[in-house]
Each structure stands twice: as structure tokens, then as C-alpha cells.
């Protein structure tokens, strides 16, 4: 995939991969470009971005906390506590 190419909103289940590959597309950039440890905010990434990302993986079923992700912007935070929410998830039927 490269950094044009959108994800799949179909995809169920988020992973780093997935991640890391949606912010590289909102950016411009490609993803071996975005460290796990890097500050978003300084590879451009802004609020609206972070709402558009939060919205987009919202339609996985995890909810994320604009000001969560805001607070500390980096690919290792942000799937810490993604993978957090969908291991407590309840399972589809």
C-alpha cells in the first residue's frame, strides 16, 4: 500500500499497520517515514487531522478520545490504547 492509498473502512479490526498506514495517508507521507515514537504534531499532523483519523477508526467500534490522542501523539500511545479498547471489546455473534 502506498501513502495515496486510503485503508479499507471495512477492515474490523484496527493493527499498527493499519495505523501507522492512516496517518501516513492523511500526511502525505509513506509509512516507514512515521517512527513508532515520533510526535505526530511534528510531522504536521493537527487537530483536524486527529479528528478525521479518530472518525475513520471509529468505524471499527473503537470509540477514541479526541483529547487522548492529542495528548500524547505518537503511533506507539495511540495503539496502546487502541489495542487496549479492542481487547475489551465484546465479540460480534
Do not use: C, K, Y
Request: glycine content about 4%.
Amino acid at each position: 500500500m502506498n501513502a495515496s492509498t486510503p485503508t479499507d473502512a471495512r477492515d474490523p479490526a484496527l493493527s499498527l499497520e493499519r495505523l501507522r498506514a492512516d496517518i501516513a495517508q492523511i500526511l502525505g507521507e509513506s509509512p516507514e517515514e512515521i517512527a513508532d515514537d515520533d510526535n505526530l504534531v511534528d510531522h504536521g499532523l493537527d487537530s483536524m487531522r486527529v479528528l478525521n483519523l479518530a472518525s475513520r477508526w471509529s468505524e471499527t467500534g473503537v470509540e477514541i478520545p479526541f483529547a487522548e490522542l492529542m495528548e500524547q501523539p505518537t503511533l506507539n500511545e495511540w495503539w496502546a490504547r487502541i489495542d487496549a479498547l479492542q481487547r475489551r471489546a465484546p465479540e460480534a455473534p
